[in-house]
């Protein structure tokens, strides 16, 4: 049984930086794809970031491109999503999931099987 798990959130100033961390344990296959969405207050959840087993590919929504990296603890079976120059607009709940069959390209949210439940990110002063 697949099971996923977000960690790192909390409260943090504008232009402030925070490192969330996502633990998928009972992965079976050798290819997955871990992916991060958010869903802020009254709007829809978003596609933010996705890293792919397959050399390590990975995909960022354009919202936070040069901001946001997200990359992987091999060892430990952990993805990281390094959040710099925070922005009121990035408050949101941050889930993580996995899957099997997505892929790190447009699109991939659609494909992810396995859900956490979320952290608490808020960027206020």
């Known amino acids: 049984q697949v099971q996923v798990a977000e960690s790192g959130g909390g409260l943090v100033q504008p232009g402030g930086s925070l490192r969330l961390s996502c633990t998928a344990s009972?992965?079976?296959?050798?290819?997955?794809?871990i992916g991060w969405f958010r869903q802020a207050p009254g709007k829809e959840r978003e596609e933010v970031s996705c890293l792919s087993t397959a050399g390590d590919m990975t995909y960022y929504e354009d919202s936070v491109k040069g901001r946001f990296t997200i990359s992987r603890d091999n060892a430990k079976n952990i993805v990281h999503l390094q959040m710099n120059s925070l922005k009121p607009e990035d408050t949101a709940v941050y889930l993580c999931?996995?899957?099997?069959?997505?892929?790190?390209?447009?699109?991939?949210?659609?494909?992810?099987?396995?859900w956490g439940k979320g952290t608490l990110v808020n960027v206020s002063s």
């Open positions: 009972g992965l079976s296959q050798d290819y997955y794809v």
């Open positions: 999931a996995a899957s099997y069959r997505a892929v790190a390209a447009p699109g991939w949210g659609a494909a992810m099987d396995y």
